[in-house]
């Protein structure tokens, strides 16, 4: 008798080499491949006279075969050819080297056929029809709404429903082995039919509205699974203790009277929100989202002060050390005179004097920090991490140990930032256990970048309008996506790029080049150098789309801009027209290859600035694993579920709540 999790290959007629093909597929055990959900299905259920079939559209037929037989042509291909009847008349069939036919299909027996007339035949004759010889079971393969399943090579689609189907005649008692795990009183109340029901009828489904309770179940169960865990994992979280932060609101108010310019609503209501969750008995946990320039250094800034008037540290983390560098600079500029001490640390700042750093109240940083945590610090109650999805699984995993490790025996207080627009389903399935504000509103005088899909034939004009801004005291970020040439993807390479800007297209501007492989102390320099204006054009990788703040900068030229997510694409738009009143314009080129879907993408890119839109419209598309790392995240696949389906989200979110009480 077989079970749940016996190894995939107890079921009859697969063998070692079929066990090897299914786990390319993730399929291990028996209960892995009831779970191998279709990706889509073919209606071949309604069948028709032999007299209804036409030359536009597949149909289903039931027939009688009455004569069938192979034969070779004279150009030395192999053809069966065959008759079939019902009660509207006969038709010739055909097919291409399939000489077993001949053994398979028996004359008198009945068949399903599922094809269209060949339209340059004389008399009707149904063209390379797929089949299925009726037995005394329901059909598998025609004749219903036919699974179809995403497959590996060496695995046929039609193969793997076969399996699935002896299943289901020859061993149901394994779906009714499934265990359901949510209460009656929850399927009850979202009209959700039991699970067992719903892996029979995803797979070979009655009827469509069969089908859609099925699938229904099944994504609910999907986002369910991820709820649950995020709920457990915030629960978990608020039954630690805290640093307690006490109320220095008029030291804020203060700062922020003094600043030259006055902060957002925005700014003051995220800000504010911060500050309750910092006076609250369990760490904060809040995660700060806003467009590229919103002011979100500012908010960290000024949330900072009540904790380090409370007497503990501050510690911020940015990926990259460019970042880092900003970071410290702009927390500098906004804290400095306040007598608040701030130190920054990177692998490439060789701060030896960690006695002296674990004095500082506010102390900035990349990765580094990690590794220097016990030397670094020995009162941190507050940790602002800057775009925490660029960081590794593995430093995301030691950053949550490590902060975990206070000398106070608390948790701190952590607050993470991000300038990647999440829409709401996102923000409710994905970061569920983080309470979110979301900074919506610009500041003044901000005038929103004007975005081109460059064409080919324009290329030349636009070299030369991007030089006579030049003229006029513009410079541009020049952005291409790999380091090295790659023929296969036909894609620029910075290296390649810049030789040729500099001795072709504008010999005669002072051109640079930046990239990842450059030391810490080249990258620094050249940055210095593009804020001095000593550079017209720096060239260079995505190393830019993270903190890179070069106020005077009003050009960015994307190339092979195709090969790029949306969402990164609106980072790197951010990274021009940084002051007030600055007009600023992104230039979208794309490569040779560039298909037909992706041009659509980037023309719908170059007419919005609106970061939620456009991180909407990349969801849809391109899915969230790509888009929000889902999988680095720790979220499991959704094989039925989406993401953007909010009511769904909301419903199972609303649900995981009643479980967990």
């Given at each position: 008798?077989?079970?749940?999790y016996?190894?995939?290959?107890t ?5 070692p080499?079929?066990?090897?093909l ?10 892995d491949i009831l779970?191998?959900?279709?990706a ?5 259920s309604?069948?028709v006279k ?7 559209e597949k ?17 030395g291909?192999l ?16 097919w ?21 007339l ?5 008399k ?6 797929s ?11 025609l ?9 590996t090579e ?15 005649q020859n061993?149901r008692?394994?779906?009714?082995a ?8 929850i399927r ?13 009828q995803?797979h ?7 089908l859609?309770?099925?699938r229904?179940r ?10 649950l865990?995020?709920l457990k ?13 006490s109320?220095?609101s008029?030291?804020?108010?203060s ?21 309750k969750?910092?006076t609250?008995s369990?760490p ?8 590229v320039g919103?002011g ?9 002060i ?7 540290q501050v ?24 007598g608040?001490t ?12 960690h ?10 940083g ?9 030397k ?5 109650g507050?940790i602002?991490?800057?775009?925490q ?5 593995k430093q ?21 930032m991000?300038?990647t ?12 256990d ?7 509103e ?7 970048t ?22 006029k005291k513009?410079q541009?970020?020049w ?14 390479a910075?290296?390649t ?12 501007l ?8 450059l ?25 830019i ?16 801009a ?5 969402a ?15 007009h ?7 490569s040779?290859?560039a ?6 993408r980037?023309?719908y890119?170059?007419?919005t600035?609106?970061g939620?839109?456009?991180?909407e419209?990349d ?7 790509e888009?929000?790392g ?23 979110r ?5 479980m967990?009480?």
């Open positions: 008798m077989l079970s749940l016996d190894p995939i290959d079921i009859p007629f697969i063998g080499t079929y066990n090897k299914l786990a390319n597929i993730g399929i291990i055990t028996i209960l779970y191998h959900v279709p889509r299905y073919v209606d071949a309604a069948i032999l007299s209804d079939l036409n030359t536009t149909k289903t037929v039931q027939v009688t075969l009455i004569a069938i037989k192979s034969i070779r042509t004279r150009g291909k053809i069966t050819e065959a008759k079939v009847t019902d009660e509207s008349g006969e038709v010739d069939v055909i291409f080297n399939q000489l077993f036919l001949t053994k398979t299909l028996k004359i008198g027996s009945t068949i399903l056929l599922n094809g269209a060949n339209p340059n035949h004389n009707p004759q149904l063209y390379s029809p089949y299925e010889v009726v037995k005394d079971e329901s059909p598998t393969h004749g219903i709404i036919v699974p179809v399943y995403s497959v060496g695995v046929t689609d039609k193969w793997l429903r076969s399996r699935i189907k002896y299943l289901l061993h008692y394994l779906f009714d499934v265990t359901d795990s949510i209460p009656r009183k009850d109340c979202y009209d959700l039919i039991p699970l067992q029901d719903a892996l029979i995803i070979f489904p009655k009827d469509w509205k069969g859609q309770k099925a229904r099944i994504a609910f169960d999907e986002l369910l699974n991820i709820q865990k995020l994992s915030r629960e978990a979280y608020r039954n630690q203790k805290t640093p307690m932060i109320d220095y008029e030291d804020i108010k700062f922020l009277e003094k600043l030259p310019f006055n902060p957002t609503r925005a700014q003051k209501r995220v800000i504010r929100e911060t500050l969750d910092l609250l369990y904060a946990n809040r995660l700060i989202q806003g467009d919103c979100k250094t500012l908010v960290a800034a000024a949330v900072s009540p904790v380090i008037k409370s007497g503990y510690a911020l983390m940015a990926p990259t050390s460019i970042l880092a560098k900003q970071h410290y600079e702009t927390i500098n500029e906004l804290l400095g005179g306040s608040i701030i130190k920054l640390v990177t692998g490439s700042i060789n701060n030896t004097n006695k002296t750093i674990k004095q500082s109240e506010f102390i900035i990349t990765h580094a920090l990690l590794h220097r945590y016990d670094l610090f020995n009162k941190l507050l602002i991490i800057d775009e999805h660029r960081f590794g699984v995301r995993k030691k950053l949550t140990i490590d902060t975990k490790k206070s000398h106070l025996g608390t948790v701190p207080h952590k607050i993470t991000t300038a627009p999440i829409p709401r389903s996102i923000a409710l399935t994905l970061f569920g983080l309470d979110i504000s979301i900074i919506d610009m500041p003044t005088g901000r005038i929103p004007k975005t081109y899909l460059v064409p080919k034939n324009k290329r030349k004009n636009s070299y030369q309008w991007i030089e006579e801004r030049i003229q513009s541009v970020f952005l291409c996506p790999l380091i090295e040439e790659s023929e296969k993807l036909q894609i620029k910075v290296l790029e810049y030789q040729k800007l500099e001795t072709e297209i504008f010999p005669d002072k051109i640079d080049v930046l990239h990842g492989r030391s810490e102390e080249e990258k620094n320099d050249k940055i210095h150098r593009m804020k001095k204006r000593k550079i017209d054009i720096l060239v260079s990788t995505s190393v789309e993270v903190g890179m703040d070069i106020p005077n900068a009003d050009i960015i030229v994307i190339e092979g195709e090969r790029f997510g949306l990164q694409l609106h980072q790197l738009r951010g990274r021009v027209g940084r002051k007030a009143d600055q600023s314009w992104c230039f979208l080129f794309t040779n290859n298909s037909p879907e992706a041009q659509n980037l023309e890119f170059s007419k600035n609106d939620l839109k456009v991180a419209y969801l849809e598309r391109r899915g969230p694993g888009v929000y889902i999988k680095q995240a720790g979220i499991p696949d959704l094989k039925v579920a989406r993401i953007t389906d909010i009511k769904l989200v909301k419903e199972t609303e649900a995981s709540k009643s967990i009480q």
